[in-house]
């Protein structure tokens, strides 16, 4: 009897121990974000002037995603070329991702970074996923031009 009792504390001390090791360490899937975008600081310029924009993305993800990362602006800037679309994978275990851009405007606009989940499966061979939630993260700054 006394082997049994044993046995039944070692199984209960290890079942506790178990569960508040995931409390420590493990974050629930929904909790995990697909992607993290951050944008520097927008720097001011003249009207049509070039600056550059950079901006870096990381997961949390477990699973590595294809994804789409470009600009947005609130209104049409007129200025050529448009910013380029980058496409790649992210997987939980690369480091945070830097993009740059070459970015004018003629006047005052805000401008967004975003990170979007995308279905190809030729981006992280083959064993891409897309999240069912939150498959597109932003972030954003106004692009102040001075007169």
């Keep these: 009897m006394p ?8 199984s209960l001390t290890t079942l506790f121990l178990g569960l508040c090791l995931q409390l420590i360490t493990g974050q629930d899937d929904n909790e995990r974000k697909p992607f993290i975008v951050k944008m520097s600081t927008m720097p001011s310029g003249k009207s049509n002037e070039t600056v550059e924009i950079v901006c870096s993305v990381s997961t949390q993800a477990r699973e590595c995603i294809p994804f ?5 602006t609130s209104r049409k800037t007129d200025c050529y070329p448009e910013p380029y679309t980058y496409e790649a994978c992210m997987c939980q275990e690369d480091n945070e991702r830097k993009f740059y851009w070459n970015f004018c405007s003629q006047r005052t606009v805000g401008v967004a970074c975003v990170a979007e989940a995308i279905n190809r499966t030729d981006l992280c061979e083959g064993i891409g996923y897309i999240p069912v939630k939150g498959n597109r993260s932003y972030d954003h700054e106004a692009y102040i031009v001075k007169k």
């Design 68 to 72: 789409r990362f470009f600009l947005m």
């Design 3 to 10: 082997l049994l009792q044993a046995l039944v504390r070692c």
